[in-house]
């Protein structure tokens, strides 16, 4: 087989694949921050520890409100603020569950590795007892390359209240 000729077929192989993982990737429809609260409580079902969430969206997409509820179903009472400022928020879970940290990061205002050292973030990744939640956090996706990441994007949908989650 030519060069050429084994290029263009790799090339329709990868296009393949990917089409195939578009379509693995599920969409789902939210009319409101509730309902985008309550997807988020059956997301932390599928959460074992360990992981880290890449949640990517434009302004206002819902990426805050997903990760209260995320926390709020594993177990947090307290009021989670956005980290816009303070970069990273670390809260306590206590109680059964095998997930005792859960990591709020916003990824708007950081970009190297000297960044996310000086928040602190390296001690948390890869412990088995510990979820991560990036916004922003398309922004670090080659400076996690080797981690299994997990990619959540948000969209707003056609009506004010409409949001499509993609995962
Ligand atoms: N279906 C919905 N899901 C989530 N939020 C919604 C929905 N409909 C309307 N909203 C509103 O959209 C806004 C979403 O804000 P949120 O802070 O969650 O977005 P964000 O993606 O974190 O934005 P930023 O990039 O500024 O951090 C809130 O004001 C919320 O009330
Ligand atoms: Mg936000």
């Known amino acids: 087989m030519s060069i050429k000729k084994y ?3 790799n090339k329709e192989t990868k296009k393949q694949r990917n089409k195939e993982i578009k379509k693995q990737r599920k969409e789902f429809e939210s009319h409101g921050e509730k ?6 409580a059956g997301f932390v079902k599928k959460l074992n520890g360990g992981e880290i969430l890449i949640l990517e969206g434009e302004l206002g997409s819902g990426k805050s409100t997903f990760v209260r509820g995320l926390g709020k179903a594993l177990g947090i009472k307290k009021t989670m603020r956005s980290p816009t400022f303070t970069l ?7 109680g059964k569950s095998k997930i005792k940290n859960f990591i709020h990061v916003d990824a708007y205002r950081l970009c190297s590795v000297q960044d996310l050292r000086n928040i602190g ?10 979820v991560i939640a990036i916004e922003w956090g398309e922004k670090l996706k080659s400076l996690f390359k080797k981690l299994d990441l997990i990619l959540i994007k948000f969209k707003h949908g056609e009506s004010e209240s409409c949001r499509l989650i993609i995962n």
């Open 7 to 9: 290029k263009q077929r």
């Open 121 to 130: 973030l390296f001690e948390y990744i890869g412990n088995k007892d510990t």
């Open 35 to 40: 309902e985008t609260r309550q997807y988020a």
């Open 88 to 94: 990273m928020n670390v809260y306590k879970i206590s």
